[in-house]
């Protein structure tokens, strides 16, 4: 079995401050780590993955993510937060042999400008 | 360019109504996947397509069958629409390699009436 928990379901933040957002999982195996976005009535939009190789990854629009094998975290984070930045994220991890998602619940992030 | 693509964006039926939604790529990804998602919450997987071989998952209702006439297309039929089946349905495909991304449409909106 897999799943993602993501502890905070907001994260409110002012602009230009760091935005960190939660994610922890449980794999069999080595996981195989996701971070999508999605704003209001779109689809999810892929942000960055962990497959393997160096621990800190980054990704589109400046995030970035590190993956803690020992935590079992993949915390998404971006060093200074936009208005823009303000929707809805979430976590998702697979097996190395399967290809089906398992998505944590989401966290609603919101910048203040 | 959008690269999956959901028809429509906004659907409307009335109670028990048979409805279609509509997903087609142009990525040439083997694999397509019919989510249903309710108000902000994780995506729930109903089904997948590898290639041609149906997959359902174990808790999708009867109600729900798909169909995929070629690599291109696949579509969600709802047999009997019930008021609880108003959500955003997502469409994703991804490519069976070692990382696997799966890339979203924008979702079709369905309300039941």
């Known amino acids: 079995a897999q799943s993602v928990a993501q502890p905070e379901d907001q994260v409110n933040v002012a602009e230009g401050n760091p935005l960190t957002v939660k994610c922890t999982y449980s794999?069999?195996?080595?996981?195989?780590l996701f971070w999508y976005v999605q704003y209001p009535n779109r689809g999810l939009q892929f942000l960055l993955k962990?497959?393997?190789?160096?621990?800190l990854v980054k990704g589109s629009y400046g995030f970035e993510a590190e993956f803690n094998k020992s935590q079992t975290s993949f915390h998404l984070k971006k060093p200074s937060a936009l208005v823009s930045d303000s929707a809805l994220y979430f976590c998702?991890?697979?097996?190395?042999?399967?290809?089906?998602?398992?998505f944590g619940a989401g966290t609603t992030v919101t910048v203040r400008a | 360019d959008a690269m999956v693509i959901q028809n429509p964006r906004y659907q409307v039926t009335q109670f028990g109504k048979p409805v279609t939604l509509s997903c087609s790529q142009t990525l040439n990804h083997n694999v397509m996947y019919w989510y249903q998602q309710k108000s902000s919450q994780a995506p729930k997987l109903l089904f997948h397509y590898y290639d041609k071989d149906f997959n359902n998952e174990a808790d999708t209702p009867d109600n729900f069958q798909s169909r995929r006439p070629n690599t291109s297309f696949c579509f969600l039929d709802i047999r009997s629409p019930g008021l609880g089946d108003a959500a955003m349905y997502l469409c994703?495909?991804?490519?069976?390699?070692?990382?696997?991304?799966?890339?979203f449409g924008a979702g079709t909106r369905l309300s039941v009436l």
């Open positions: 794999v069999s195996g080595n996981p195989y």
């Open positions: 962990y497959i393997t190789g160096d621990n």
């Open positions: 994703a495909t991804s490519r069976v390699t070692s990382e696997g991304i799966q890339y």
């Open positions: 998702a991890v697979r097996r190395s042999n399967d290809y089906k998602l398992s």
